[in-house]
């Protein structure tokens, strides 16, 4: 198992940036999927960017070009940093990880339907 915990969260104006962490602990031996999603309320969680063991990274299209995830493996941290910030990025936004067996593709998953989770770190962006 893996635990999962966010920062970085916050409130800025529209045009701002944030950078959101989540460190992981726990099973250090096997390869794991790492990502976000993000939920509004009333709103079905949305994957915003995923990382495979591998280093294979996918990304919504709405935040390509503003938002880039990335690891640091030293450290077992995986970010996300956010540029240009829009008031439609509010939401929670929620670190995920899952295991990555071979061929290291997530089986197929996204960030939404990972197996562990962390609390989540809140984004509001004012305009």
């Known amino acids: 198992q893996v635990q999962l915990v966010e920062s970085g969260g916050g409130s800025v104006q529209a045009g701002g940036s944030l950078r959101l962490s989540c460190v992981a602990s726990g099973d250090t031996y096997s390869r794991y999927c790492m990502g976000w999603f993000r939920q509004v309320p009333g709103k079905e969680r949305e994957g915003v960017a995923r990382i495979t063991s591998v280093g294979s990274r996918s990304i919504l299209d709405s935040v390509e070009g503003r938002f880039t995830i990335s690891q640091d493996n030293a450290k077992r941290t995986l970010y996300l940093q956010m540029n240009s910030l829009k008031p439609e990025d509010t939401a929670m936004y929620y670190c995920?990880?899952?295991?990555?067996?071979?061929?290291?593709?997530?089986?197929?998953?996204?960030?939404?339907?990972?197996?562990?989770r962390g609390q989540g770190t809140q984004v509001t962006v004012s305009s």
């Open positions: 995920a990880a899952d295991l990555d067996p071979p061929p290291y593709r997530c089986r197929g998953k996204g960030p939404t339907t990972f197996s562990y």
